[in-house]
C-alpha cells in the first residue's frame, strides 16, 4: 500500500508541474505580443504648442518600433492637472502615458490640494530631452532687449504682462523668476496651452512670453516674433537661436529656468513593459525625422533608462521647490 501511495503522489506531482509549465507557456504570448491595441499619450496642453509637437512627432516613429497607433489625446486644464490625473487614474498596462514638463514636479509645491498622490501615482519611462525657454516678443514690439523690458516694467508696475501655458509650467516659472530676479511686478496670464498664448501675444493682448524653444522655433525663424534672450545658462546650439543671448548675460545674473519633456506611465505597469516603450521612445527620439523636426527648437536629446530620468525628475522638484518658496510663487 506504501509502495501504491508514492507512485500516485509522484504522478500528481508531475501532473502539477507539467500544468504549471504550460500555463506559464501560455502566459509568455501575452507579455511578448504588448503592445497588441493603440497607445495613448496624453498631453495636459491644448494643440500647437512645444510639448503637443514633441509628443506628435514621437508618436509616428513609436508607432512604427510597436506596430500599433500611437494617439495624442490633449487634456488641457488645471495647470496641467486634468490630463496628469487622467493618466494616474488609467489601468497600469502601458497602454495610456504622459508626456510631462516641469509643470509635473512643481504641481506638488504650488498647488494646494492635487486629486492624486504625487509621490505614488506615475513610473517614469523616459527623459525626452531639455530645451531652452525663449523670451519673445511681436515683431513690432517697442521692446528689443532685456533691459527694455525691464525699465518699462520699472517705469509702470504691473501693466506689462506676460502669457504662460498654465500656472506651475516652465513659461511660469520663468516669468516668476525673472520677476523676483529683477525686482519688478508683471502680471501674469494663463492660458491652456502654448498656442492660445501665443495667439493672444501675436494678437497684441499680452506683452512677452517666455515661450518653449519648441513652441516659437518657426515663428523666430519667420520673424513673426523677436527673441531677446534664452533662459538657459548657455546660448543655445539652435540656428535660429544661436545669436541669442542669455538672460543672465542681458542684465540678470544667476537666471536660469529651462523646460524639458519627459514620459511617464501609471504606478503598477509592469517593469517589462516599461522597457518596451522605453526602447520605443528612444528610438523614436534618436530618428532622422525627429531629429529633423526639433533641431531648430534646440532640444538637447537625453533618451536615457527610466532610472536615470526619475533621478533628474527628483533633482528638479527640489530644485524649484526652492525658487517656489524664495519667489512665494503661487497657482494664481
Request: with cysteine.
Amino acid at each position: 500500500m506504501p509502495k501504491i501511495l508514492s507512485t500516485s503522489w509522484c504522478q500528481c506531482a508531475r501532473t502539477l508541474a507539467i500544468a504549471m509549465a504550460l500555463n506559464g507557456l501560455m502566459a509568455l504570448p501575452a507579455l511578448a505580443a504588448f503592445p497588441d491595441k493603440p497607445v495613448r499619450i496624453v498631453v495636459p496642453f491644448a494643440p500647437g504648442g512645444g510639448t503637443d509637437m514633441i509628443a506628435r512627432t514621437m508618436g509616428v516613429a513609436m508607432a512604427q518600433d510597436l506596430g500599433q497607433p500611437v494617439i495624442i489625446d490633449n487634456k488641457p486644464g488645471g495647470a496641467t492637472i486634468i490630463g496628469t490625473d487622467a493618466v494616474a487614474k488609467s489601468a497600469p498596462d502601458g497602454y495610456t502615458l504622459v508626456m510631462a514638463t516641469v509643470a509635473h514636479v512643481v504641481n506638488p509645491t504650488i498647488q494646494a490640494k492635487l486629486p492624486y498622490v504625487h509621490e505614488e501615482a506615475f513610473a517614469p519611462v523616459m527623459l525626452v530631452g531639455r530645451s531652452p525657454n525663449v523670451l519673445v516678443v511681436r515683431a513690432d514690439s517697442p521692446f528689443k532687449s532685456v533691459k527694455d523690458i525691464i525699465a518699462a516694467a520699472k517705469a509702470k508696475p504691473g501693466k506689462l504682462s506676460f502669457a504662460s501655458q498654465g500656472s506651475g509650467t516652465s513659461a511660469h516659472l520663468a516669468g516668476e523668476l525673472f520677476k523676483n530676479l529683477t525686482n519688478t511686478s508683471i502680471t501674469h496670464i494663463p492660458y491652456r496651452g502654448a498656442g492660445p498664448a501665443l495667439s493672444d501675444l501675436l494678437g497684441g493682448h499680452v506683452d512677452i512670453m517666455f515661450a518653449t524653444a519648441a513652441a516659437v522655433g518657426s515663428f523666430v525663424e519667420n520673424g513673426t516674433l523677436r527673441a531677446l534672450a534664452v533662459t538657459t545658462a548657455d546660448r543655445s546650439p539652435a540656428l535660429s537661436l544661436a545669436k541669442v543671448p542669455t538672460v543672465a548675460e542681458s542684465g540678470v545674473p544667476g537666471y536660469v529656468a529651462d523646460s524639458w519633456y519627459g514620459l511617464y506611465v501609471p504606478a503598477g505597469t509592469p517593469p517589462a513593459v516599461i522597457a518596451r516603450l522605453n526602447s520605443a521612445a528612444k528610438k523614436a527620439v534618436q530618428s532622422d525625422a525627429f531629429k529633423k523636426r526639433v533641431e531648430s527648437e534646440g532640444l538637447v536629446i537625453s533618451a536615457g533608462t527610466p532610472e536615470e530620468f526619475d533621478r533628474y525628475a527628483k533633482g528638479e522638484e527640489a530644485r524649484w521647490r526652492k525658487v517656489v518658496k524664495a519667489a512665494n510663487i503661487t497657482a494664481d
